[in-house]
């Protein structure tokens, strides 16, 4: 069971990766919830998650998420990963800066009946701004 579930919180890895957004129809619920530290709002459904996908992907579209480690444990998978692209669209709000950049982070995910129902994901955007050069390196 718990292969099962690492195979399914690797394709939401997948789905950033690629940009393949047809792999959220498969992997979440209708009903599921995403917490990202950076969003004001939790992003809801299957077309919010999309959303958030193609958001990432075009600020970023050469990013590529690698998986440095995963554990499963019930209904929950914890993924710690790893994102490379190189910053040619807007982020937020931010103009592109040409920068390349890598940040890294921890998503844990719920499983219901074979769907993703919630996302609980900490990342280091922090380290993220700073190599795009919106927040200046600390001393």
């Not at 393949?20 to 809801?44: C, L």
């Not at 910053?87 to 390349?100: V, W």
């Amino acid at each position: 069971m718990s292969e099962a579930l690492k195979a399914l919180a690797r394709r939401e890895v997948e789905m950033f990766s690629t940009g393949n957004f047809d792999i959220a129809d498969e992997i979440y619920s209708e009903d599921y919830v995403g917490h990202d530290p950076t969003k004001p709002e939790a992003i809801r459904g299957i077309e919010g998650a999309k959303e958030e996908a193609a958001g990432y992907r075009a600020a970023f579209p050469d990013l590529t998420l690698t998986i440095d480690h995963q554990v499963a444990e019930g209904e929950y998978v914890v993924t710690r990963w790893t994102a490379r692209g190189t910053h040619e669209g807007d982020l937020a709000g931010i103009a592109p800066t040409g920068k390349s950049a890598t940040t890294s982070g921890i998503s844990m995910v719920r499983v219901v009946d074979g769907k993703i129902v919630e996302d609980f994901t900490q990342w280091d955007a922090l380290g993220l701004m700073t190599q795009l050069g919106v927040v200046p390196a600390m001393a």
